[in-house]
């Protein structure tokens, strides 16, 4: 049953490729946070915990344990 849950809980191919994109987004969003008023901030709010949210999810996707999933999310 063990091998079963890490298995069927593990990252698939395709949510490895599209979460190698969310590190972009991570660093445009941080970089946000240090300009002037701009429109992303004006749309988020304050961009630097939006980055680090992301981060955060990239890696949950990535890792895939349900442990981590529930701890986390």
Known sequence: MGREIRR???ATVEV???S???PAVEFM???ASYMRRNRTETLIGNPRPAGATVCAVAHLLIS???HEILLFG
């Open 20 to 22: 190698g994109m969310l």
């Open 64 to 66: 895939g344990k349900v």
């Open 29 to 31: 969003l941080i970089a």
């Open 16 to 18: 490895r490729h599209s």
């Open 8 to 10: 069927s809980c593990g």
